[in-house]
Antibody
């Protein structure tokens, strides 16, 4: 079955770094755009970053631009989010999710992982 | 950035009742619009995409309508499993943006 499994969350001090990973299975990972979406405790959903299937295009939320980097390894069916210069306001559950359409420009998010918690605190 | 505004913030309903949720975009997003359902401790689930197309496995009691800037999600007859938070989202522009959510609770 189609599945996304995040890992790498944890507790980190302000200014620290963390790398999240998302392992994909059950679909042809190398043909789908992928996203990271986060949710602060008790808050709504916030889109964070996107990479096209071939990494030719990447987009970021203004709140993370210059600090976070999205990447992927299609040979390992894995999506990454490198998070540097972390702030308290980055505390959230981070979900990876895939585009419904493989090569389309406009697509909803049809499969989500269970999320991994990132806590930024001293 | 396209702002998505959902109303109401909370909707109280009884099982069997009809529920209508609204979402307004700050500029046209054509039909590149989706609804998601989220239950406590779970990931969001795609309900509706392209404004009115039900995702795989979504019951027919869920329907979506609208285009441009005004969108509606209708649950024709609330079931116990429908009490959750619903988010709208536009995927016409970068950054992708979500509404703040509508909580559907039991009256």
């Amino acid at each position: 079955q189609v599945q996304l499994v995040e890992s790498g969350g944890g507790v980190v001090q302000p200014g620290g770094s963390l790398r999240l990973a998302c392992a994909a299975s059950g679909f042809t990972f190398s043909t789908y755009g992928m996203h990271w979406v986060r949710q602060a405790p008790g808050k709504g959903l916030e889109w964070v970053a996107f990479t096209r299937y071939d990494e030719s295009n990447k987009y970021y939320a203004d709140s993370v631009k210059g600090r976070f980097t999205i990447s992927r390894d299609n040979s390992k069916n894995t999506l990454y989010l490198q998070m540097n210069s972390l702030r308290a306001e980055d505390t959230a559950v981070y979900f990876c999710t895939k585009d419904y359409y493989g090569s389309g420009t406009y697509s909803a998010f049809d499969v989500w992982g269970q999320g991994t918690m990132v806590t930024v605190s001293s | 950035e396209v702002m998505m505004t959902q109303s109401p913030a909370t909707l109280s309903g009884s099982p069997g009742e009809r529920a209508t949720l609204s979402c307004r975009a700050s500029q046209s997003v054509s039909s590149n619009f989706a609804w998601y359902q989220q239950k406590p401790g779970q990931a969001p689930r795609l309900l509706i995409y392209y404004a009115s197309t039900r995702a795989t496995g979504i019951p027919a009691r869920f329907s979506g309508s609208g285009s441009g800037t005004e969108f509606t999600l209708t649950i024709s007859s609330l079931q116990s499993e429908d009490f959750a938070i619903y988010y709208c989202q536009q995927y016409n522009n970068w950054p992708r943006t979500f509404g703040q959510g509508t909580k559907v609770e039991i009256k």
